[in-house]
Structures are given as structure tokens and as C-alpha cells.
């Protein structure tokens, strides 16, 4: 189908027939694997300020840490024991860790994994030199979220940084040869349906390997803390229409799906997503790391995570990989 015979489909159907039909798609290319990542969160200092988010620069209640090399190379090691062939560093936008000690970081890893793993990064955005040097380090992946399509949306959500720049980011990014990785909220005050169309059909456009969807949930410390919370159906409806416009793309389960419904991660892999990454932060850690409220898995080490997650995607017959998992963008994508 076309981008316009998807968005025709998805207007006309329930949402039941139109999950049957992106899990069936999800399944023709990826099979019932879903794929595991393991999540450093390692530093909760942002310089930003996006209104929604939990560890933004103003909040005062946050407990900020950063976590050495050591303790990431640490995580890692650990990881790859267990089998990880994917890590997700992920930070706020915190200009203490240099691109210099990054790449460092990057090279360690790969030396510690016989270079069978690879190294997504989640940690802002950066000069195109940053991310040359990054990739030259080894670094795979990079994940910029838009958050929203609507220009001015965003620039009131990220306190002033333009929607402009974060697609220029997100084209640096392809350019220097990434795996690259974006996407979007659910549910933020005032969106309407059209938004959510169109900012799938800008992961489209923008041909992602890796897309996020997650539902937006409101934190008490900031100030969208009186917007309305809505029920996983938006996010299940979303994740399928994209797993629909982008076929090859990995599609993570967010954690915040998992909080804000019981079974959401559940639920939105028998949607279309194949992706689910436990969170390997030390405990203490990532409970400071908190984005939005209600945040799962907090007091187990992501490693218990592995085990349970294996026996929840069972009851959905779907199996957990420790492969790579690439994505299959280039094989597949919608015109
Ligand atoms: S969403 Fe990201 S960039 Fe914005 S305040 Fe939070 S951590 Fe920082």
C-alpha cells in the first residue's frame, strides 16, 4: 500500500482489524522475534527544559548523578555476559561528557564485545562533527526524538529549540551514516488526530530505522502536571499505523507503555513493535531518572528484567532475540 492507501486504511477500520494488519506486516519481516536491548541510562543532568519532562533543567527535586566510565564499561560487560548485542546510551543533553569521552567510551565497548555489539547513543544533539567522530569511534545508532510534528508545538514544548534544528539533527545523523532513530509522544495536550497522522508520516518521510512511540504522561514536577492522561488505546493505535508506514523500521515497547497500562508492552508488540529494552541502570540510578511518574522496573537490576520479560512475551507467542537486529529500512519502505 501506499502512504495515502495506509492513511485511508487506518481512518476506515477498527482498531482491532488494523492491529491484526500491522502485526501481520511486523511478522512477515521480523517473524514473532522481538529484539533486546540493554539501557544505560548514564547521566540525568539536561541542560534543556522541555516542558514535559521530569529531569528538565529546572526541576530542583531531581537527584542528578553521572555515572563514570568504569560503571558504563562495567553494565556493559555484564550485559554482553548475558548475551546483549545492542546498548542504548542514553542521557540528558549534558555537555559534561565530551565527545572525546564518548568516543573513548564507544571504543572501549567495542573492544569489550569482540565488536559484536552495537552502540546506540541517546544523547542529544550535536555538531555534524560530533557525530562524524562519533561514528568513526564505532557508534551505530542514534536516537533524536521529535516528540511532535507541529512546529510550533515544539518549540513551546522544547523551551525554544526549533523544530527546523531537530530535523536538521536527525539528517546530520543519516548523512554521516548512522542507524537512525526519532519519534513521538501520544496523547500531549491540545495534539488532535491529524498530528498523530502526521507525525508518522513524517517517520516516513524521514525514512527511520528506529522509531519510538510512547504515551505521554504527565509529571507533577513540571508544568504540564494538570494535562490529561489518556488509556494505552491511543498509543496501540499509533504503533500499528506506524508500524504500517514504516514496515522494516525496529519499534520499541516503551517502558511507559508498561507503566501506564499493566500488559501495555504487551499490547503494542502484538500491534507492531519488536523491540523491548530493559533497563540495565544500576537500581540507585535509575530511579532518578524518571521522565514521567510510575516509571516500571525500578527497584529490579534490567537483568531480573530479562527473565520476566521472556515469560510475558510468551503468553503472546512471541520470542525474545539477543541478535543485533538491525534495521530493515532499506528493504522495505513505503512509498
Ligand atoms: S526531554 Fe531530553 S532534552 Fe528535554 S529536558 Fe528531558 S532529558 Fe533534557
Known amino acids: 500500500m501506499t502512504s495515502s492507501e495506509i492513511i485511508n486504511f487506518y481512518h476506515s477500520v477498527d482498531t482491532e482489524t488494523l492491529s491484526k494488519k500491522a502485526n501481520l506486516v511486523c511478522e512477515s519481516i521480523y517473524g ?3 529484539y533486546l536491548r540493554g539501557l544505560i541510562e548514564f547521566s540525568n543532568y539536561c541542560q534543556c527544559d522541555c516542558l514535559y519532562c521530569g529531569i528538565r533543567k529546572s526541576n530542583p527535586h531531581v537527584q542528578r548523578y553521572r555515572l563514570p566510565q568504569q560503571s558504563i564499561l562495567e553494565i556493559v560487560k555484564a550485559g554482553y555476559k548475558r548475551g546483549l548485542k545492542t546498548f542504548v546510551l542514553q542521557s540528558g543533553e549534558d555537555s559534561y561528557y565530551t565527545t572525546k569521552m564518548l568516543t573513548e567510551i564507544i571504543e572501549k565497548i567495542k573492544l569489550l564485545t569482540n565488536n559484536e555489539a552495537a552502540v546506540t547513543l541517546s544523547c542529544g544533539m550535536k555538531s555534524k562533527n560530533d557525530y562524524q567522530s562519533l561514528k568513526s569511534a564505532g557508534a551505530d545508532r542514534y536516537l533524536i526524538r521529535f516528540e511532535t510534528s507541529d512546529p510550533k508545538f515544539h518549540q513551546y514544548l522544547r523551551g525554544g529549540i526549533s523544530f527546523k534544528r531537530r530535523l536538521k539533527a536527525l539528517e546530520d545523523l543519516k548523512t554521516c551514516g548512522f542507524e537512525v532513530g526519532s519519534g513521538y509522544m501520544v496523547g500531549l495536550p491540545d495534539e488532535t488526530e491529524q498530528t498523530r497522522i502526521n507525525n508518522a508520516l513524517l517517520c516516513n518521510e524521514l525514512e527511520l530505522d528506529m522509531l519510538g512511540v510512547g504515551p505521554f504522561i504527565p509529571h507533577p514536577k513540571t508544568p504540564l502536571k494538570t494535562a ?17 508506514l514504516l514496515p522494516g523500521a525496529n519499534i520499541p515497547a516503551t517502558t511507559a507503555a508498561g507503566s501506564l497500562d499493566p500488559l501495555g508492552r504487551e499490547k503494542v508488540l502484538q500491534v507492531g513493535a519488536n523491540v523491548l529494552m530493559p533497563n540495565i541502570t544500576p537500581p540507585d540510578n535509575k530511579k532518578n531518572y524518571l521522565l514521567y511518574p510510575g516509571k516500571i ?4 537490576s534490567g537483568f ?12 503472546i507467542d512471541k520470542k525474545l532475540s539477543l541478535e543485533r537486529g538491525d534495521a530493515k529500512t532499506r528493504l522495505c519502505a513505503t512509498p
Do not use: F, Q
Not at 490529561?228 to 504500517?244: G, Y
Open 297 to 300: 522496573c525500578l527497584d529490579e
Open 228 to 244: 490529561s492522561l489518556h488509556n494505552i488505546e491511543l498509543t496501540i493505535r499509533a504503533t500499528a499505523l506506524a508500524r504500517l
Open 32 to 34: 514473532n522475534k522481538v
Open 304 to 315: 531480573e528484567c530479562m527473565g520476566c520479560l521472556n515469560n510475558r512475551i510468551a503468553t
